[in-house]
């Protein structure tokens, strides 16, 4: 099962509203990414955790909160977001980060954000 | 900073053609990845490719790591090939991937 799996697959969202992000991996990956994707660009890294622990944080502003509960699950909160944060979401799953090359990332279909 | 530059922006063929897409790079890179986003979003990873030549049915792809460049090649085309290819490379100085622009392609029936 190579699939990653992110709910919901559109979210509209107020500007004074909490929400979150939910992916799920069962690949056995231990390395799990946030993206945002705005149109015609590629995807632009905003968190990495490897072994359950954040390990890079691409100065992402702190509206965005990412959890990582265990080695399956990687959760994005929002808060107060902007409407210049309507993005496409993308979580990404890889084998291990912890050897020298990156592995094969493994993208979800994506969550649609649309702030108002 | 690695830069990465796919060419063309923008292909448009017929059904049944055959397409090469490059990425350029600027410097010695771990790997190299390509990815097909389709029209709705989906990104798939097509290839792991940080040297050398790999097939995987219609689609081939060719790293040439001594030019720091890869080729992506699409034979006999079909209107679900159509979307976005990116090719994306990890530097040796980070674990990071570096993407391209992407090449738009447009495959008409």
């Known amino acids: 099962d190579t699939e990653v799996t992110q709910t919901p697959k559109h979210l509209v969202m107020g500007m004074t509203n909490k929400k979150s992000l939910k992916c799920e991996q069962h690949?056995?990956?231990?390395?799990m990414y946030w993206y945002k994707q705005k149109a015609k660009k590629p995807p632009e890294l905003m968190f990495v955790y490897s072994y359950e622990k954040l390990s890079i944080n691409e100065s992402v502003p702190s509206r965005f909160s990412p959890e990582c509960p265990n080695s399956s699950l990687l959760n994005l909160h929002l808060h107060a977001l902007q409407p210049e944060d309507s993005a496409l979401y993308l979580c990404?799953?890889?084998?291990?980060?912890?050897?020298?090359?990156?592995?094969?990332?493994?993208f979800g279909p994506g969550t649609r954000l649309t702030v108002l | 900073g690695i830069q990465v530059e796919q060419s063309p922006p923008d292909l448009i063929l017929q059904e049944g053609a055959n397409s090469t897409l490059r990425c350029n790079f600027s410097?010695?890179?771990?790997?190299l990845q390509w990815f097909h986003q389709n029209p709705w979003g989906q990104l798939i990873n097509l290839f792991y490719i940080p040297s050398g030549t790999k097939q995987n049915g219609r689609l081939s792809a060719t790293t040439v790591t001594t030019e720091r460049y890869s080729l992506l090649y699409i034979s006999s085309s079909q209107t679900t090939d159509s979307g976005v290819y990116f090719c994306a490379v990890e530097g040796r100085s980070n674990y990071q991937l570096i993407w391209g622009a992407g090449t738009k392609l447009i495959i008409k029936p």
């Open positions: 410097d010695s890179v771990n790997n």
């Open positions: 690949m056995g990956h231990r390395a």
């Open positions: 990404a799953s890889s084998q291990d980060r912890q050897v020298i090359s990156t592995d094969t990332q493994y």
